[in-house]
C-alpha cells in the first residue's frame, strides 16, 4: 500500500534562518507531489506541485521554494524565514494514473520566532 | 468569488443520530470532481469520499454518503449514525479538469467542525 511522511512534524525557527521540510511517497511510481499550507480558520492554499523530477509549479509568489530531487521525494526549502511563514504545511500526492484522490502526509507545524 | 462555500462554522450532533454537513460550489468547468476530507486535531487530512461531475449517482461509502445536486452545485456530505470519533474538521474540496487531470489543484473551503456529543 501507498504511504507519505513528512517531517519534521513541528518546527521553532528564528526568522531570518533557513528552513528544510520533507516529504517521501513509498509504494508508487511517479506520483504527482504537492506542497499545501494552512492557515487558521481556512482551508488549505496549494504552494507548490510536481509532476515529476525536477518539474516544479509555483501557485504563489512568496518566501518559499520547492524542490524534487528524487521521484517520490519532495523538499520545501526557504533561505531566509519571515514571521508570516508560520504555519501548517500538508505534503500530498496523486496517483497520476487514476488522477483523481489526493492524499495527505501528517503535517508540519512551523512555528517562526 | 469563493470556489467553494461551507456556510456553517460548526455543528453539533448526537452519537448515533445523522448529520449533513452544507458545500456549495462554484465552476464553469463540466468536468470535476468534489472531496471531502476530514481533518482531526492530530492535523492530518483524511479522505473520505469522492463524487465526479458525470457520475449519475450519489457516491457513498461506508457511513459517507454524498448528497450531490448538480444543478444547485451542491454537494453535501452526510455521516450516518455518528460516532464520538467523528468530532473533527470537514473539508469540501472540488478538483475542476475531471479525470486524470495531472495539475491536480483543490479548492477548499472554510471547513466545518463536527462535534459529536454522547
Known amino acids: 500500500s501507498q504511504t507519505i511522511h513528512q517531517w519534521p512534524a513541528t518546527l521553532v525557527q528564528p526568522v531570518g534562518s533557513p528552513l528544510s521540510l520533507e516529504c517521501t511517497v513509498e509504494?508508487?511510481?511517479?506520483?504527482?507531489l504537492y506542497w499545501y499550507r494552512q492557515a487558521a480558520g481556512r482551508g488549505l492554499q496549494l504552494l507548490f506541485y510536481?509532476?515529476?523530477?525536477?518539474?516544479i509549479s509555483s501557485e504563489v509568489p512568496q518566501n518559499l521554494s520547492a524542490s524534487r530531487p528524487q521521484d517520490r521525494q519532495f523538499i520545501l526549502s526557504s533561505k531566509k524565514l519571515l514571521l508570516s511563514d508560520s504555519g501548517f504545511y500538508l505534503c500530498?500526492?496523486?496517483?497520476?494514473?487514476?488522477?483523481?484522490?489526493?492524499?495527505f502526509g501528517e503535517g508540519s507545524w512551523l512555528t517562526v520566532v | 468569488a469563493q470556489k467553494i462555500t461551507q456556510t456553517q462554522p460548526g455543528m453539533f450532533v448526537q452519537e448515533k443520530e445523522a448529520v449533513t454537513l452544507d458545500c456549495t460550489y462554484d465552476?464553469?468547468?463540466?468536468?470535476?470532481?468534489l472531496f471531502w476530507y476530514k481533518q482531526p486535531s492530530s492535523g492530518e487530512m483524511i479522505f473520505l469520499i469522492y463524487?465526479?461531475?458525470?457520475?449519475?449517482q450519489n457516491a457513498t461509502e461506508g457511513r459517507y454518503s454524498l448528497n450531490f445536486q448538480k444543478a444547485r452545485k451542491s454537494a453535501n456530505l452526510v455521516i450516518s449514525a455518528s460516532q464520538l470519533g467523528d468530532s473533527a474538521m470537514y473539508f469540501c474540496?472540488?478538483?475542476?479538469?475531471?479525470?486524470?487531470?495531472?495539475?491536480?489543484?483543490?479548492?477548499f473551503g472554510r471547513g466545518t467542525q463536527l462535534t459529536v456529543w454522547p
Open positions: 500530498a500526492w496523486a496517483d497520476r494514473t487514476i488522477g483523481n484522490t489526493i492524499y
Open positions: 465552476t464553469s468547468d463540466p468536468s470535476y470532481g
Open positions: 474540496a472540488m478538483r475542476e479538469g475531471g479525470r486524470g487531470s495531472t495539475l491536480g489543484r483543490l479548492y
Open positions: 510536481s509532476v515529476g523530477i525536477g518539474q
Open positions: 463524487q465526479g461531475s458525470y457520475d449519475q
Open positions: 509504494g508508487t511510481s511517479n506520483p504527482n
